[in-house]
């Protein structure tokens, strides 16, 4: 299957400080790729799509502001959560899209704000 | 509103044996659906897919069954092996959206 790769895999965070997270497709060409987030023992929400070239699509109820999505060429796009909170503590996929609708996803980052 | 749901929190089955999940949704609109594989603190892996057009799709040990007008769709495995032990998401694309909108997942068990 495709390959996805995230980067860190795990950070630690003080309150107020921003943290880049990567995501990088490493054997195909993505246009699209999509950040998702996982709350403890709930399902995968769909924060934003990340277009190669253009602005990220958000979904409702997700700041752009503070989610800062920025998709710099076909093999990686990076989330930037800016000025962190504990709530913002979480699990952060992204995943890339490949062929029709299949979505390959990376092994996540666990952000924990403090 | 969850548009897509997964009412089986759990399911055990014997190794050996069919495990069948199950996963309803509500948006008449999903034209896709995949089915993915998640172990604790890693990204889902990709298993199946199916497009709306289709009733089933095989990969191997792994079959989904599409039911448009019930609005449901199921994940067999025969047969069911250890390693087959994960939390298993349904996922659904359409209605004019590119992400997926997932359910909350079946923990399948599978006992020796």
């Known amino acids: 299957g495709a390959v996805v790769s995230q980067h860190p895999s795990r950070v630690i965070c003080k309150s107020g400080t921003s943290v880049k997270i990567e995501c990088r497709s490493l054997d195909f060409q993505a246009t699209t790729m999509f950040w998702y987030r996982q709350f403890p023992k709930q399902s995968l929400m769909l924060m934003a799509t990340?277009?190669?070239?253009?602005?990220?699509?958000?979904e409702q109820g997700v700041e752009k502001d503070k989610f800062l999505i920025n998709h710099a060429s076909l093999t990686l796009s990076t989330l930037t959560v800016t000025s962190a909170h504990p709530e913002d503590s979480s699990f952060y996929i992204c995943?890339?899209?490949?062929?029709?609708?299949?979505?390959?996803f990376g092994p996540g980052t666990r952000l924990t704000v403090t | 509103d969850q548009q897509v749901k997964q009412n089986s929190p759990s399911l055990s089955v014997q190794e050996g044996r069919i495990s069948i999940l199950n996963c309803d949704y509500t948006?008449?609109?999903?034209?896709?659906f995949l089915w993915y594989k998640k172990y604790p603190a890693e990204g889902p892996t990709f298993l199946i897919s199916?497009?709306?057009?289709?009733d089933k799709n095989e990969d191997g040990r792994f079959t989904v069954f599409l039911n448009k007008s019930a609005k449901h769709l199921s994940l067999h495995i025969v047969p069911s092996q250890p390693g087959d032990s994960a939390v298993y998401f349904c996922a659904a694309r359409g209605g004019g959206a590119d992400g997926l909108t997932f359910g909350k997942g079946t923990h399948l068990i599978i006992q020796p």
């Open positions: 199916i497009s709306s057009i289709k």
């Open positions: 995943s890339a899209r490949r062929g029709q609708a299949e979505q390959y």
């Open positions: 948006n008449s609109m999903f034209d896709y």
């Open positions: 990340s277009n190669e070239g253009s602005k990220a699509t958000y």
